[in-house]
T-cell receptor, first 114, second 115 residues
Framework: AQKITQTQPGMFVQEKEAVTLDCTYDTSDPSYGLFWYKQPSSGEMIFLIYQGSYDQQNATEGRYSLNFQKARKSANLVISASQLGDSAMYFCAMREALAQKLVFGQGTRLTINP | DGGITQSPKYLFRKEGQNVTLSCEQN?????MYWYRQDPGQGLRLIYY???????QKGDIAEGYSVSREKKESFPLTVTSAQKNPTAFYLC??????????????FGPGTRLTVL
């Protein structure tokens, strides 16, 4: 069964610092995808970045990068040069190849301090 | 602009009442989903649909019902059988092509409170 674990309930970071949000996953399917979403206080889920299990390189999207360590089954999100607007909940999610549904972790609340 | 709309934004229900949450998308997506989010928690799948007139139960379908009569619409009914319906409800959609890679696009959500 799919499972996603985010062990950091809350993170506090100074503005302009880099931050790493942890995500580990468990699956027996060799083909899967990993997603990170941001949820501001408004509630809407915003897609940030995707990593496929067969991708050779770590995904990057602007200030977001994904530190994908397949053997460790981890997919940590790295935000460089954090901004006040980065304060939000962040969710890691996974989809197995044969499943349509996304399975979400519990989330990490990131607070950026000025 | 393409996107997903949910209405209402806030909904108050008395115990014993059924209520229906609306979800409409104009992204031409085949698949649509309903999630429930409780405070400080992740999203849990209630129902999903990959094609008109067909839908499947998710992890927490008890006390909920859905319909998919049109590709663009996927309303969720919270019935009186749902013991603790107070939560934030999110609707999402995606294409079916490319399977694993398909990101889900989310609506703004409906916050349901039982009085």
């Amino acid at each position: 069964a799919q499972k996603i674990t985010q062990t950091q309930p809350g993170m506090f970071v100074q503005e302009k610092e880099a931050v790493t949000l942890d995500c580990t996953y468990d699956t027996s399917d060799p083909s899967y995808g990993l997603f990170w979403y941001k949820q501001p206080s408004s509630g809407e889920m915003i897609f940030l970045i995707y990593q496929g299990s067969y991708d050779q390189q770590n995904a990057t999207e602007g200030r977001y990068s994904l530190n994908f360590q397949k053997a460790r089954k981890s997919a940590n999100l790295v935000i460089s040069a954090s901004q006040l607007g980065d304060s939000a909940m962040y969710f890691c999610a996974m989809r197995e190849a044969l499943a349509q549904k996304l399975v979400f972790g519990q989330g990490t609340r990131l607070t950026i301090n000025p | 602009d393409g996107g997903i709309t949910q209405s209402p934004k806030y909904l108050f229900r008395k115990e014993g009442q059924n209520v229906t949450l609306s979800c409409e998308q104009n992204l031409n997506h085949d698949a649509m989903y309903w999630y429930r989010q409780d405070p400080g928690q992740g999203l849990r799948l209630i129902y999903y649909s990959q094609i008109v007139n067909d839908f499947q139960k998710g992890d927490i379908a008890e006390g909920y019902s859905v319909s998919r009569e049109k590709k663009e619409s996927f309303p969720l009914t919270v019935t009186s059988a749902q013991k603790n319906p107070t939560a934030f409800y999110l609707c999402a959609s995606s294409t079916l092509q490319g399977a694993v890679r398909n990101e889900q696009f989310f609506g703004p959500g409906t916050r349901l409170t039982v009085l």
